[in-house]
C-alpha cells in the first residue's frame, strides 16, 4: 500500500520562494520528502510524486524534448490534466528553457467542436511549437493541430522513444518568460499572460510568506485545475517553491464529489485550501443530503476565498455547517488578485477571518460612495473586505478622470508591483490598454479602500447604469439566487441591453420545470423580487438548464451571455404569463 509524501521537512529549514528561477525551487525541494499526491474520485491514492522523484522524471524529460527539436524560448501548449504526466511536462520545460502554456480541458466547453476551436485559438495566440495531451483527448489531436506548423504534438508517450539529449541544458534567465497563463475570458477571448520567472518567484513570496504565513508542517490540497491561475500558482508553484506537501483531486471529480475536499483534509490534516464561493457552496448543498460524520476539520487554518466576487452568505451558511465538526471562524481568509498578477495581490491576516462591510446601497449608486448604514436606510449591502495589499504592491482607486480617489469612494482598482505580468504575449495593443508607462494595471475591477483594505464591488464591464443609478449585475443575479427556492448558485445572469429609451435589464434564468404555470410563477416571483428589491424593471428570459456560457475556470461570462443574447443563441422557454403579471 502506497503512502503520501508525509507534511514535515525535518532538517530542511523552509523556503519562501527566494529562488531564481522556478526549476532551482524544484531543486531545493528534492532535497527533503514532501511531494505531490494524486487522489481519484473515490479518495483512492493513484500516484505518489515526491519532489526527488518528479525532479529526476522532469529533467530526463526536458533533455526528450530537446532532442526532438525544442528550443530554448519555444512555446509548448500543455492540456492540463490533474494528472503527474501535466506535471512532469511543466517542470521539464522549466530545465529545457522552455515556456509552457497550460491548456484547458474540456468541462467548460459546449462540446467538442466548440473545444477544439478554442484550443487551436489558444495555440495560435501562445505561437506554440509543441502541443502535448492526455492520452483521453488522443483521438482528438487531429483535429486540434491540423494545419498548425508545429514540431511535434501527441501524448508524452512517444517523447520516451527517443534518446535523450546528452550535454549541458540551457541556462534559465530569472528575466524570462516561465510560463503563460491564458486569462478566464470573462470579457474578452482569452490573452496569452506572459509572467516572468522574476514576477512569479515575487508573487510566490510574498503568497507564501506574508499572506499564508507557510511554515514546516504545513500541507495544501486542492480541486482547481492547473490551467488556472488559482490551481497552477496557488496549489502546485507555490507549494514547491516552499517545499510544501500537495494532495490533489481533479477538478471533474470535485464537481461530483464535493465532500471529498473536506473528507481529505481531514484525513490528510491539510492546512491549506482555496476555493472560489462556489467551492463552499456546493459543500454546504452537499452536506444537506450526504453524511460528514467522522469529518474533523480542525487542521484548516488557512481556508483560502477568492477568484470571482465573495458571497457573504456563503461565508456564513459554510461556517454555520461545519463549525461543529472543527471548522474555525478565523480560518477564512478573504483574498483578491488576478493572473495579469501572477495569482494574489491582497489577502486577508491570517487568523482574522471574513471581516465585513455593510454600506447603504442607495448612496452606493447614486453618488458611487460606501457609506454605512444610517437611520434612514431603506437598503444595505454586505461586502466582503479583501484585505491588505501584499508587501512591495501598490494601490489606488480612481475615477473616469484618472483621479485617486479617496477612502469609501467607488473607482477602478489599479495596481502596481513586481508580480505584474510583463504583456499579453504577441498583442501590443492589448498590453497598452491595461498597463500604463508608469507600471500601473488597470485591473478592470471596480471597488473601494476602507482602513487599507480592498473591497470589489464589480467588474467595470459588467455595470448596469439605468436612470442614473450604478447597478451591479451580481447583487440583482444573487438576490434572485437566494430568495427563490428552485434557482442554484450560477442559475442567473443579468446584463443591459440598449433599449427604446434606456438600457433594458435583461435576466436570464435557468429554468429546471417543464410545467408552463410553474414556469410562469418563476418569471413573475423574480420579477416581482426585481421590482420590490431594487426597483427595477426587467426582462426576464428563461432559458434551458446547462445553457449559461461559462469562463475555462468555471465563472459565469456575463458578455457571452449578453452576446448570444443580441444573437438569439439561446432557446427560450414559452411562458404564458397572466394579463396582469408584474403590473405596478
Known amino acids: 500500500m502506497i503512502e503520501p509524501t508525509p507534511s514535515q521537512h525535518p532538517g530542511q529549514a523552509t523556503r519562501h520562494a527566494d529562488f531564481g528561477v522556478i526549476a532551482e525551487a524544484l531543486d531545493f525541494a528534492a532535497q527533503g520528502p514532501t511531494g505531490i499526491n494524486f487522489y481519484s474520485g473515490k479518495g483512492a491514492l493513484t500516484e505518489v510524486l515526491p519532489y526527488s522523484v518528479l525532479r529526476v522524471q522532469a529533467l530526463d524529460l526536458a533533455r526528450r524534448m530537446i532532442a526532438a527539436g525544442l528550443e530554448p524560448g519555444d512555446r509548448v501548449g500543455l492540456v492540463a490534466e490533474s494528472d503527474g504526466d501535466f506535471v512532469r511536462a511543466f517542470f521539464a520545460c522549466q530545465y529545457a528553457a522552455l515556456v509552457p502554456a497550460p491548456l484547458p ?29 492526455p492520452t483521453t483527448l488522443e483521438k482528438w489531436l487531429d483535429d486540434v493541430v491540423a494545419g498548425l506548423d508545429l514540431k511535434i504534438s501527441g501524448t508524452l508517450a512517444p517523447l520516451y522513444d527517443i534518446e535523450p539529449f546528452v550535454g549541458d541544458l540551457p541556462s534559465q534567465d530569472p528575466e524570462g518568460l516561465s510560463y503563460l497563463q491564458f486569462s478566464s475570458g470573462s470579457t474578452r477571448f482569452p490573452l496569452g499572460i506572459a509572467v516572468t520567472q522574476r514576477a512569479f518567484m515575487a508573487n510566490a513570496s510574498s503568497i507564501s510568506r506574508d499572506g499564508l504565513g507557510i511554515r514546516d508542517g504545513d500541507r495544501a490540497i486542492s480541486w482547481l485545475p492547473f490551467y488556472h491561475d488559482m490551481g497552477l500558482v496557488g496549489f502546485l508553484l507555490t ?241 434572485a439566487e437566494a430568495e427563490v427556492a428552485a434557482l442554484r448558485s450560477g442559475d442567473v445572469a443579468v446584463f443591459s441591453v440598449d433599449g427604446e429609451t434606456d438600457e433594458e435589464v435583461v435576466a436570464l434564468v435557468q429554468c429546471r420545470t417543464a410545467d408552463p404555470a410553474a414556469r410562469a410563477a418563476l418569471a413573475v416571483e423574480i420579477s416581482d423580487i426585481f421590482r420590490g428589491r431594487h426597483g427595477l424593471n426587467s426582462n426576464i428570459v428563461l432559458v434551458p438548464p446547462h445553457s449559461l456560457p461559462q469562463t475555462s475556470s468555471g465563472k459565469l461570462s456575463r458578455s457571452r451571455a449578453r452576446t448570444m443574447y443580441l444573437a438569439d443563441a439561446f432557446s427560450p422557454l414559452s411562458v404564458a404569463l397572466p394579463a396582469d403579471a408584474g403590473a405596478e
Open 105 to 133: 480541458l474540456p468541462a467548460a466547453f459546449g462540446g467538442k467542436d466548440s473545444y477544439i476551436s478554442h484550443l487551436r485559438r489558444l495555440i495560435e495566440s501562445a505561437d506554440a511549437v509543441a502541443v502535448f495531451v
Open 239 to 479: 507549494p514547491v517553491t516552499c517545499q510544501m506537501s500537495l494532495d490533489i483531486i481533479p477538478t471533474r471529480e470535485f464537481a461530483r464529489r464535493p465532500l471529498l475536499w473536506l473528507n481529505l483534509i481531514s484525513r490528510n490534516r491539510c492546512t491549506v485550501s482555496f476555493s472560489p464561493s462556489f467551492g463552499y457552496d456546493l459543500c454546504v448543498r452537499r452536506a444537506e443530503t450526504a453524511s460528514t460524520e467522522g469529518i474533523d476539520l480542525s487542521s484548516w487554518r488557512s481556508a483560502g476565498i477568492g477568484g470571482d466576487m465573495i458571497r457573504p452568505n456563503v461565508l456564513t451558511r459554510f461556517l454555520e455547517r461545519f463549525a461543529p465538526i472543527g471548522f474555525s471562524a478565523g480560518a477564512f481568509v478573504p483574498s483578491y488578485g488576478m493572473a495579469e498578477a501572477t495569482l494574489g495581490l491582497s489577502f486577508m491576516r491570517p487568523g482574522q477571518g471574513a471581516l465585513y462591510d455593510t454600506i447603504d446601497v442607495a448612496v452606493l449608486e447614486t453618488a458611487q460612495r460606501a457609506v454605512p448604514p444610517s437611520e434612514t436606510t431603506s437598503r444595505a449591502r454586505t461586502f466582503i473586505k479583501c484585505g491588505y495589499m501584499l508587501p512591495g504592491h501598490d494601490v489606488e482607486v480612481r475615477n473616469e478622470a484618472d483621479a485617486v480617489l479617496p477612502d469609501r469612494h467607488v473607482g477602478r482598482i489599479m495596481v502596481r508591483g513586481p508580480s505584474l505580468m510583463t504583456c499579453y504575449f504577441g498583442a501590443p495593443e492589448e498590453t497598452a490598454r491595461v498597463l500604463t508607462d508608469q507600471g500601473w494595471l488597470d485591473t478592470g475591477d471596480l471597488g473601494y479602500l476602507v482602513d487599507g483594505q480592498i473591497v470589489i464591488t464589480g467588474r467595470a464591464k459588467d455595470l448596469i447604469i439605468v436612470n442614473g443609478r450604478n447597478l451591479w449585475p451580481q447583487d440583482l443575479e444573487w438576490t
